[in-house]
């Protein structure tokens, strides 16, 4: 058990992220060992451990006057000081004269953010169909054409996959929007035109890295905001009839 407690104490990090099979092999016991020495600790099991040294340095690196409610404000103005730099002129002109609108997201919270565009500029009877997985995408690319637009939403902008598929819409002259983190970026740097976002650090106690993604959805609404009154601009009221 004193050997157990020393490795763990000495590598409270790395033992946050590494197995039990890990901890028994570096500790010269067995994964029952481990459980009994858990279970000695008053915890139920190996993933109470766990939990328990994420929470403790957590806490370990939060300053004393970090206050749940001064983290909300100081989200939201950052948020919106990042919305407020965006200039959509252009993304505008190119979503009015596509035929056809396409998105894509790369990550579970990239989906969440498509879904969220796809309800919100349906309002001004703007359909946005989602491209589902990189099988769609290949069936889907062999019918597009230079006047369909494509939206892509990543955050780092150099996932292989997102790549390729903008390699390729680049190749053909097939025009796309990147939706990014703010930095220099293979997606950003093949787009027709880019949209850059900057997540918001979020000091919590279980995991010192989390990042909010409100500037994202911030940005879409935002940009459904201006669109919308863009295509007042050029036609005095939002088309009634959907693009199909």
């Known amino acids: 058990d004193l050997i157990i407690w020393r490795y763990i104490y000495n590598n409270k990090k790395q033992c946050c992220h590494i197995s039990i099979y890990d901890i028994a092999k570096e500790c010269n016991v067995s994964r029952t060992t481990i459980l009994r020495f858990a279970k000695k600790i008053s915890l139920d099991g190996f993933s109470d451990l ?12 939060l ?11 100081a989200l939201c103005k950052k948020a919106g000081e990042e919305v407020a730099k965006q200039d959509f002129t252009n993304a505008n002109k190119i979503i009015y004269k596509a035929k056809r609108v396409f998105i894509y997201s790369s990550g579970y919270v990239q ?20 491209i589902k997985g990189s099988d769609e995408f290949k069936r889907l690319f062999k019918n597009v054409t230079k006047t369909d637009l494509f ?6 902008g150099e996932s292989s996959h997102v790549v390729e598929f903008a390699q390729k819409l680049h190749m053909n002259g097939i025009p796309f929007i990147s939706l990014t983190r703010l930095k220099s970026n293979t997606l950003a740097n093949l787009s027709l035109e880019h949209i850059y976002v900057t997540p918001v650090a979020l000091p919590t106690a279980v995991d010192n890295d989390y990042e909010s993604m409100l500037t994202f959805f911030l940005v879409v609404e935002i940009w459904y905001v201006s669109y919308s009154r863009y295509l007042i ?7 009634l009839s959907p693009k199909i």
């Open 63 to 73: 300053s004393p006057s970090v206050d749940i409610s001064e983290a909300a404000v």
């Open 151 to 156: 939206i892509i939403i990543s955050l780092s």
């Open 233 to 239: 601009e050029q036609i005095g009221i939002c088309d």
């Open 50 to 61: 766990k939990t328990m040294l994420k929470m403790e340095l957590g806490q370990n690196n």
């Open 111 to 130: 989906e969440n953010v498509a879904n969220e565009m796809k309800r919100l500029f349906i309002s001004c009877n703007l359909l946005i169909y989602e």
